[in-house]
């Protein structure tokens, strides 16, 4: 892999951009590997690349049935933070913030790491309550959170409308290293890292089927062929379920369609992000200059990644009440990405029934914050068996009532 | 949009009129299950890419609880039924056969 710098683009504008060379290779996939993982989003391919840094097994294939980032990775709005209330939410969120911040520097890729801050809007006393107690949680977690007043509210983000005409701004809860980064970079970066390891990253190849023997898994059947594993990681997102199935388990996961859309581009006008979860609305800008929005999720389980018009409407009604600006701008696309919601809105990182079958997904909506510190638990789960960031997500964790409850702290808006 | 008939008042309702009550058909087994069984009913979910059942409800419109045939993959209809029943009826069933042949979910082919 040749490294990206200054130097690199200065001495191939010498040569008319003649020596760069492709960020990835396209394999064809080997008879064997040690660890098959399915899915190369940025989860997958996070995995991927921390079982290969972090324990040295690089004798991996990443399989994917589309395009690298072509799912959930390259449909979010791009949202990071960590301020959870639940403990183990808090260590896995915060693990991957602190992840965010060097990770340009770790996958020599600049995927645009913006600490640009979030503000989680208070506009009812029941906010105001369960936003203070998230500060207090989060000042004992070691996650760096306040809660501020109205004012503090218009001076960071001064085209907010705090007198709106349903639900005036009270206060928010302020997470000033949050921020957003460049979601396909993500993607790509994890790509290039985890190709110069020598892993394969496999696109258009769809699992047809898990073949297991004795209990055990023993490889897959795609449409590139059958190929064979010792350990097998489902990272799939929305298709876990359908994953699952293969694998002879069920999980307690349902799929719904989640959109977001985004406006012209306009001169900078905001440089925070907003989220306001009592009117369903989300908002922040991109380098580009448009208003990166996201939106709400059909009450029905949908796998064709597009959702219901009127959550679209239901979204823009909200915002134009909290950014009145915002009422005279053309939005320029929509779409739906497919969600995987658990019951405790808590992900799922654990063994399943199956041995040598592992499974990340549960990530619901708001997964892309959680991509480098997923990874990161994921692959120490996979590598050797257990790891103290997926203790708690356990997909066993329902029959004990050991619920993470995050519905309330994250049931809406990421 | 969405639209699905209420079997009750014959109404072709949009899905602003109704309210989506998640998966049909679940069953809760009394004194003596397992534990197993407790996680199933209150927990553990179909979530196929096909054939689906579903609870809705008329919210804005009669207000009764019916179930409904649907494929998540395509968002088409096969058709809706009173909720006072433990399976799919016969009649939906084969209508599902018709087009989805060879389907399956969970106890009902």
């Known amino acids: 892999m040749k490294r990206y710098s200054a130097f ?19 394999p064809a996939p080997r008879a064997k590997y040690d660890v098959i993982i399915v899915g190369a989003g940025g989860h997958g391919l996070a995995t991927a690349y921390y079982l290969g840094r972090n324990f040295g097994i690089t004798n991996v294939a990443i399989l994917e049935k589309g395009w690298l980032g072509g799912g959930n990775t390259g449909r979010n709005t791009t949202i990071i933070r960590s301020n ?15 992840l965010y911040e060097t990770m340009s520097q770790d996958l020599n890729y600049n995927v645009m790491f913006s600490p640009r801050g979030v503000i989680m809007l208070a506009q009812t006393q029941h906010e105001i309550r369960g936003y203070k107690r998230t500060a207090h949680a989060n000042a004992l977690q070691g996650v760096k959170t306040e809660w501020i007043g109205p004012e503090k509210v218009k001076e960071l983000c001064p085209i907010i409308n705090l007198d709106g005409p349903r639900y005036p701004v009270l206060g928010g809860l302020w997470q000033a290293r949050g921020g ?19 892993m394969h990253v496999i696109q258009q190849c769809e ?15 795609t449409t590139k062929g059958a190929i064979d594993c010792d350990k097998l990681g489902l990272v799939v997102a929305g298709h876990s379920g359908v994953m699952a199935q293969m694998a002879g388990f069920r999980l307690p996961i349902e799929s719904v369609a989640l959109q977001a859309l985004v406006s012209e581009p306009i001169k900078p006008c905001m440089d925070v992000v907003v989220m306001a979860n009592t009117v369903h609305g989300y908002m922040s800008q991109s380098d580009k200059g448009e208003m990166v929005i996201g939106g709400g999720t059909d009450g029905y389980n949908n796998y064709t990644q597009r959702g219901s018009f009127h959550h679209i409407e239901e979204t823009v009604r909200a915002l134009i009440e909290t950014f009145p600006m915002v009422a005279r701008l053309k939005m320029l696309r929509q779409w739906g990405g497919i969600v995987d919601v658990t019951g405790d809105r808590s992900p799922i990182l654990s063994k399943t029934p199956v041995d040598g079958v592992f499974v990340n997904c549960g990530w619901g909506t708001g997964g892309f914050k959680a991509i480098p510190g997923s990874g990161w638990a994921m692959a120490e789960l996979m590598a050797k068996g257990a790891s103290p960031l997926t203790e708690e997500f356990s997909m066993f964790r329902f029959r004990e009532g050991k619920f993470i409850d995050e519905s309330v702290a994250a049931g809406v808006a990421h | 949009m969405l639209t699905l008939q209420c079997p009750y008042c014959g109404v072709q309702a949009d899905e602003t009129d109704l309210h989506a009550g998640g998966q049909a058909h679940l069953k809760r087994h009394g004194p003596g299950s397992s534990d197993d069984q407790f996680e199933d009913y209150m927990f553990v979910r179909e979530n196929p890419k096909g054939v689906h059942f579903e609870r809705w409800r008329h919210a804005y419109g009669c207000g009764k609880w019916f179930l409904a045939a649907r494929c998540t993959a395509t968002l088409e209809v096969f058709g809706t039924y009173p909720a006072q029943t433990t399976e799919p009826p016969q009649e939906i069933r084969d209508r599902i056969s018709a087009k989805r042949p060879g389907w399956t979910w969970g106890d009902f082919a």
């Open chain 1, 180 to 198: 957003t980064a460049r979601h396909d970079a993500v993607a790509w970066g994890y790509a290039r890292a985890c190709s110069d390891m020598g």
């Open chain 1, 8 to 26: 690199a683009i200065a001495r191939e504008a010498f040569r008319q951009h003649q020596g760069w060379t492709r960020a990835w290779a396209n």
């Open chain 1, 84 to 98: 959870y209330l639940q403990d183990p939410s808090a260590a896995i969120y915060e693990k991957s913030r602190s």
């Open chain 1, 207 to 221: 699992v047809t089927a898990i073949r297991r023997e004795g209990g055990r898994v023993v490889g897959v059947d």
